[in-house]
């Protein structure tokens, strides 16, 4: 979290300096400093500046990874992308270079979440969701006629009328989000009710989506 804060990450307070180390180095105990032994990687550093740190998709790996919960660890790598503090392209490389314990298919998943957006979830995946919590499957891209043209739903229950759209990271770049509320809009005018999560929600709040689900399926489950 050092390096990331360093490196001008906004609106995540940590008390601690977090200083990384080799594994047979010999540290004395400093207060307000927490030292991690980690393997380096070759090209890991930013040289030796006035302040030596690591670079930042490594950091934001090895913060994740020593993040006090997944939640925490989900926040620190979406910030790090939506702030700009890391290239995504070369987050998605860290997070197969650099090893974390504990957590590490979790991390691998959040950076495919934040960095590839939707494509990171697969239809299939949302059924499989809904197959735990005892949902019937919905229809997955279907397709319906708006006032711009073609509108692509991500799953749809026919009969009910509800839709549910899964946003990526890339929904909230640029004029991305107007043109959601554009289409979400449409589709309500058209008579279907619209829940809207992002992929983080699926990751983390799986429970709390699939009863919100099931609210709108009424007693139909």
Do not use: K
């Amino acid at each position: 979290m050092s390096s990331l804060l360093a490196a001008g990450l906004t609106g995540f307070a940590e008390p601690l300096v977090h200083v990384s180390v080799t594994r047979n180095s010999r540290c004395p105990a400093v207060d307000g400093v927490r030292v991690h032994r980690v393997r380096r990687l070759e090209d890991e550093g930013l040289g030796q500046g006035r302040l030596p740190r690591t670079r930042s998709e490594v950091a934001a790996i090895r913060a994740a990874g020593w993040a006090s919960s997944d939640r925490q660890a989900a926040l620190i790598l979406a910030m790090s992308v939506q702030q700009r503090i890391v290239v995504p392209a070369q987050l998605l490389r860290a997070a197969t270079l650099v090893r974390v314990r504990g957590r590490r298919p979790f991390i691998r998943q959040v950076v495919l979440d934040v960095c590839a957006g939707a494509h990171s979830l697969g239809e299939l995946d949302f059924a499989g969701m809904c197959r735990r919590h005892g949902i019937p499957e919905p229809d997955r891209q279907v397709v319906r006629r708006g006032p711009r043209g073609r509108i692509y739903l991500d799953v749809r229950w026919d009969g009910v009328d509800l839709v549910v759209e899964i946003d990526g990271s890339g929904h909230r770049w640029g004029l991305a989000l107007t043109a959601d509320n554009l289409r979400q809009n449409a589709v309500t005018l058209g008579g279907d009710r619209v829940l809207r999560f992002d992929l983080l929600a699926l990751r983390l709040e799986e429970p709390a989506v699939m009863g919100q689900v099931r609210q709108g399926l009424g007693h139909r489950v």
